[in-house]
């Protein structure tokens, strides 16, 4: 199985400064058909996980645009250019390239 | 309005069986494959399986592999996970989601606890 790896694992920010969360896989995430199926999510507690990103870099429908993903092959990362105070949660990055499909550890960001 | 709704979590002992049901409604569900993922506060989000829109194919993470099956009666808009031989480590708040583009939807969830 394609191990996804995290870090940090815990990112207190201070509100209005960036954020970032990196995410390494096993093996490339390069699917056989071209695309690259890295996906961010964020759980809250007492909420249903949502996803941010997918395919490394697409945010999805009303997702603010201070949320950024980047990278290829085995290297990723999620940005947020200034964090809010709603962007508290636990943050998973989940590839959907391999069978079976594997998420991260999470990374739990929380306001300083 | 689109939802996906689970029900079917409770207690049950180790080694017994239970069935979870996902309930959608306002989108063509035939057109979907549909994926369970479960949530523990030790382990965090873990990938359970994948059925695709016409049931043709069905994918397991390592785990639960010839315990867990999932099937779908699209007459009834519904997708199901029959959990055999339970464990412990199979507590856990399983979620029925499309993780589709553009139509990422998850269910509210719905707490399996595996205690004697």
């Known amino acids: 199985d394609v191990v996804m790896t995290q870090s940090p694992l815990s990112l207190p920010v201070t509100l209005g400064q960036p954020a970032s969360i990196s995410c390494r896989s096993s093996q490339s995430l390069v699917h056989n058909d071209g695309n690259t199926f890295l996906n961010w999510f964020r759980w809250r507690p007492g909420q249903s996980p949502r996803r941010l990103i997918y395919k490394v870099s697409n945010r999805d429908s009303g997702v603010p645009d201070r949320f950024s993903g980047s990278g290829s092959g085995t290297d990723f990362t999620l940005k947020i250019s200034r964090v809010e105070a709603e962007d508290v949660g636990v943050y998973y990055c989940m590839q959907g390239t391999h069978w079976p499909y594997t998420f991260g550890q999470g990374t739990n960001l929380e306001i300083k | 309005q689109v939802h996906l709704v689970e029900s079917g979590g409770g207690v049950v002992q180790p080694g017994r069986s239970l069935r979870l049901s996902c309930v959608a409604s306002?989108?063509?569900?035939?057109?979907?494959?549909f994926h369970w993922v479960r949530q523990t506060p030790g382990k965090g989000l873990e990938w359970v399986g994948i059925?695709?829109?016409?049931?043709?194919?069905?994918y397991y993470t390592d785990s639960v592999k010839g315990r867990f099956t999932i099937s779908r009666d699209n007459s009834k808009n519904t997708v199901y996970l029959q959990m055999n031989s339970l464990r412990p480590e199979d507590t856990a708040v399983y979620y029925c989601?499309?993780?589709?583009?553009?139509?990422?939807?998850w269910g509210q969830g719905t707490l399996v606890t595996v205690s004697s």
């Open positions: 059925i695709w829109y016409d049931g043709s194919n069905k």
């Open positions: 306002g989108f063509n569900f035939g057109a979907f494959g």
């Open positions: 989601a499309t993780l589709n583009t553009p139509l990422d939807l």
